[in-house]
């Protein structure tokens, strides 16, 4: 009889595990009355609700996975949340410009701004898709107690606490899932359609061998060079590729196209997204869900 690898086998586990792991935290507003609270996008507001539990407040701006956070509009009713924040998280790097004129048009006496490509020294022209990174999400998390910490002191032993259970317990799975992939196929070669996925690439140690002008044109909505899609072609022709990683939020014909010819040769593809799908996920379902299937989609290319 035919068995799945237990690679395979392991992975499918971790993902009805991770099915019981969605919680109301990445809905538009949450977290509790204390701290008013803004996160630009779901995925950072996320874990600041997440860390400051029954103390925060939290509102999302961006919370549809409909919504693009490259071109979004604030509303009037964004103009009054913002507002009334007294913590600002902002992802910067340019993928959020809307962000930071929404506070310059909402000034607030003692309001504290969190810019993460500030905070992870990424500048505009950089890669905005810090959230896909282990290292930098886990200096936003500092970054949100100290900043929880200076806005309500008396808190301050809540919040340390409060981040101690986010990383021992709210990120295990998270974590456990990075450390394995990293382990069973460091250096394997994977496709990718958009710069989203490179830092998450680079901390499992695989090799992504897709043309970064590619990526980033992708990402950026401008059409790439024909020597790109040339190379892609050629990689999934040859299968050179291992598994192709589509961002299923952003499928330009390119991609789609890519994403066709890759399933004919076999190829396995698996999904991410740029933000919480379902909105009501947690960060760590979500990132945890699309692991555990990049992890199965691995495992079935390379047989371990």
Request: without cysteine.
């Amino acid at each position: 009889m035919w068995k799945l690898p237990v690679g395979v086998l392991l992975v499918l586990a971790v993902l009805a595990a991770a099915a019981f792991g969605l919680s109301r935290a990445g809905t538009r507003s949450t977290g509790g009355s204390g701290l008013q609270v803004v996160a630009a996008e779901n995925f950072w507001g996320s874990i600041a609700a997440q860390l400051g539990g029954d103390r925060a407040h939290v509102t999302s701006v961006i919370a549809s996975p409909a919504t693009d956070p490259h071109d979004y509009e604030p509303t009037a009713a964004d103009a009054r949340t913002m507002a009334g924040a007294r913590l600002a998280i902002v992802n910067g790097i340019g993928y959020d410009p809307w962000a930071d004129k929404l506070i310059a048009a909402n000034p607030v006496s003692g309001r504290v701004v969190l810019r993460v490509g500030d905070l992870v020294g990424i500048k505009p022209g950089g890669n905005p898709h810090r959230w896909y990174s282990p290292t930098d999400v886990q200096q936003v998390i500092g970054a949100i107690v100290r900043d929880y910490a200076q806005l309500d002191p008396k808190d301050a032993g809540y919040f340390a606490r409060q981040k101690t259970r986010f990383e021992t317990r709210g990120l295990a799975q998270y974590k456990q899932l990075l450390a394995t992939i990293k382990r069973r196929y460091h250096g394997v070669a994977v496709g990718a359609s958009e710069s989203i996925f490179v830092p998450l690439a680079q901390a499992l140690g695989l090799n992504l061998v897709t043309p970064y002008s590619f990526l980033k044109a992708i990402s950026e909505g401008t059409d790439p060079t024909a020597s790109d899609r040339s190379t892609i072609d050629r990689q999934i022709a040859t299968r050179r590729i291992k598994v192709w990683v589509l961002n299923s939020q952003n499928s330009t014909p390119d991609v789609q196209r890519i994403t066709h010819a890759a399933r004919k040769q076999g190829i396995p593809v698996t999904t991410i997204t740029e933000t919480l799908t379902p909105a009501s996920a947690t960060f760590q379902a979500w990132q945890s869900r699309q692991l555990a299937a990049l992890a199965a989609a691995l495992a079935r290319a390379t047989a371990r």
